[in-house]
């Protein structure tokens, strides 16, 4: 049996999970943390066997909340979950010490699945990604500069080429215009480009959106 915390901003799909996996043979206990901060007090004061992980979250991402985890719990691991296809940010949470990756409209079948094979020590991911996961790793020479940005970094960065501007981007992310102005500057210095119109270029000759 496994004692499992969940950090995800929507009550629902924290409640959806937790039932799913209350109803398995494997879990009898499940958390809920509503934001990073609320994952990392708990990491920090209870034992997981397996913690949940959405990339979006207010406040503090995913993406950055997963490094803090692993310092604070190394031998825990942590499935990250998103709306977003695998691919496009499996590498950066494999690298960031993430255990495994699912996407929301999987199966609940595959969530358990997921649970048990990190839980014993394994790692979870797709077919589809996973070549793509383990050349990454080895340190393939096709390796992209946007796998180093952060989950808020990548949004900005997608709905920058999507012609949004930092206002209309602020308003969808619910962060200050500041703040994103911020995740602007430290995407730009990543990729070693200088505007926006770089970034649209850079967008659509990897294809990271249609």
Request: hydrophobic share 40%; glycine share 6%; net charge negative.
């Amino acid at each position: 049996m496994f004692r499992v915390l969940i950090a995800d901003d929507h009550p629902l799909i924290r409640k959806g999970l937790g039932q799913i996996l209350a109803s398995s043979v494997y879990v009898d206990a499940v958390d809920e943390a509503n934001d990073g901060f609320a994952a990392l007090e708990l990491a920090r004061s209870r034992h997981y066997d397996v913690i949940i992980l959405d990339i979006s979250l207010p406040g503090k991402d995913g993406m950055d909340v997963l490094p803090e985890l692993k310092d604070a719990v190394p031998d825990t691991p942590v499935l990250m979950l998103s709306i977003q296809p695998e691919e496009q940010y499996a590498v950066r949470a494999f690298r960031l010490g993430a255990s495994g990756c699912l996407n929301k409209s999987s199966a609940p079948e595959e969530l358990v699945e997921a649970i048990r094979t990190i839980a014993g020590g394994g790692t979870y991911l797709s077919p589809k990604v996973k070549d793509l996961v383990m050349e990454s790793l080895r340190g393939d020479p096709r390796d992209k500069p946007h796998e180093h940005l952060s989950e808020r970094e990548s949004q900005v960065m997608l709905n920058i080429a999507r012609g949004k501007t930092v206002g209309e981007i602020a308003d969808k992310l619910a962060l200050s215009v500041k703040t994103v102005s911020t995740y602007r500057s430290r995407l730009l210095e990543k990729l070693g480009l200088q505007n926006n119109a770089q970034i649209v270029e850079y967008v659509f000759r990897h294809k990271l959106i249609d």
